[in-house]
């Protein structure tokens, strides 16, 4: 197995653990604390709840756009537009940032270290790929 290939599957199983934390929100899990720095502590409020559903679609989108990158799935994408593998390694960045900016402890205990895998595997794959 290669190292790009380890990446992709990296990237896409910590991907699947965001996507279904914010359907879950979506949902109208109980777990505000958990985001947005803990500021809706309990069920999200509806546009929240729509947001949530927004950012699981555009965590998907990333997560094909590595899988693409590593020849998991032929879409295209990043043969076609080669800088589009550096989107999920700055988006990644900047949920690290600012997961660990957060206010909520809760959130920084448990994305920190999501971001942080996500983060380098999607540089991995940006590099390699």
Not at 55 to 68: G, K, Y
């Amino acid at each position: 197995m290669t190292v790009t290939l380890v990446a992709a599957i990296v990237y896409a199983l910590a991907t699947a653990v965001v996507v279904g934390f914010q359907l879950a929100l979506a949902a109208g899990a109980p777990w505000g604390e958990y985001a947005m720095g803990g500021r809706f502590p309990g069920r999200f409020p509806p546009a929240m709840r729509a947001g949530a559903l927004v950012q699981a679609v555009a965590l998907v989108l990333l997560a094909l756009v590595v899988l693409d990158r590593a020849g998991v799935v032929a879409l295209g994408w990043t043969t076609v537009l080669p800088w589009l593998a550096w989107v999920p390694v700055v988006v990644s960045a900047v949920s690290l940032a600012m997961n660990a900016a957060s206010r909520s402890a809760v959130e920084r205990r448990t994305w920190v270290p999501v971001a942080l895998v996500m983060l380098v595997s999607s540089l991995v794959l940006a590099l390699t790929g």
